[in-house]
């Protein structure tokens, strides 16, 4: 039998059926019910726990503030806003208050393993500037050195001879990650210090010389890093959480 109109397209009713269908056809259908199972889980959990209230005053206060930021303070432009948005006012105090709550869930879902994470994961997360000279031949590569030690700027070598793109930038690579670095760079960088020549080192069938302009250390008081790596590991916990769900689609 067929479903109740889901939606309606030039006064065309859809049916939830039929919406499946397209959803299904368009290769979508795996992502749609993954975010339903997500909110699910979410709210499930929300629900769950007793220790997630949240002070009034905080949230009307984040009520005040979305108004002000948004230039809504008056009431009748706010209406128009809400119902654009095909909310009532209770639905969006709700939802400020649920952002509040999944806040404060992350939170506890994720301090306890926060550290530990941020070790797993710091080899990928500390950061080197380089500068490079690539060139084709050891000899040239260490003939190269020899004329950086004896005062030759490393600059206008890099332009002269290296033969990555990076010459036009004096060598310059940027931060890169360590966990990213070939293991033989990796292995002198961790013992160098900036401003250090690194090299003649064989990569790939080429010779390189490496100059360490900066080492950047991760850091957990590196508040946008830690805020980031809180979003993965909590999104990692719901991901467990729908893998142990059994999901059956009752609608085809």
Do not use: C
Not at 9 to 29: H, M
């Amino acid at each position: 039998m067929e479903s109740q109109p889901f939606l309606s397209i030039n006064d065309q009713p859809i049916s939830l059926t039929q919406a499946i269908r397209y959803l299904q056809l368009s290769g979508r259908l795996g992502a749609f019910i993954r975010d339903i199972l997500r909110e699910y889980v979410l709210e499930q959990e929300l629900k769950q726990r007793d220790n997630l209230n949240i002070d009034p005053v905080l949230i009307e206060q984040a009520v005040i503030d979305f108004r002000l930021q948004r230039q809504l303070t008056d009431p009748k432009q706010f209406q128009e806003w809400l119902a654009s948005n095909r909310m009532d006012y209770p639905t969006f105090h709700a939802q400020v208050t649920s952002g509040f709550k999944l806040a404060k869930l992350k939170a506890e879902v994720t301090a306890p393993k926060l550290q530990e994470f941020f070790i797993e994961r710091k080899i990928f997360l500390d950061r080197v500037v380089l500068s490079r000279i690539v060139v084709a031949e050891r000899e040239l590569a260490e003939e190269l050195r020899s004329q950086i030690e004896e005062g030759t700027a490393f600059e206008t070598l890099a332009r002269d001879y290296s033969l990555t793109e990076d010459r036009i930038v004096n060598g310059m690579m940027g931060p890169v990650s360590r966990g990213t670095l070939p293991d033989i760079i990796r292995a002198e960088i961790d013992q160098a210090s900036p401003g250090e020549l690194i090299g003649p080192l064989e990569l790939e069938g080429r010779w390189g010389l490496f100059r360490v302009e900066q080492i950047l250390l991760a850091s957990l008081e590196d508040a946008q890093l830690s805020e980031a790596l809180q979003n993965e590991l909590f999104e990692l916990w719901i991901t467990e959480k729908m893998q142990q769900m059994m999901v059956k689609l009752e609608v085809i």
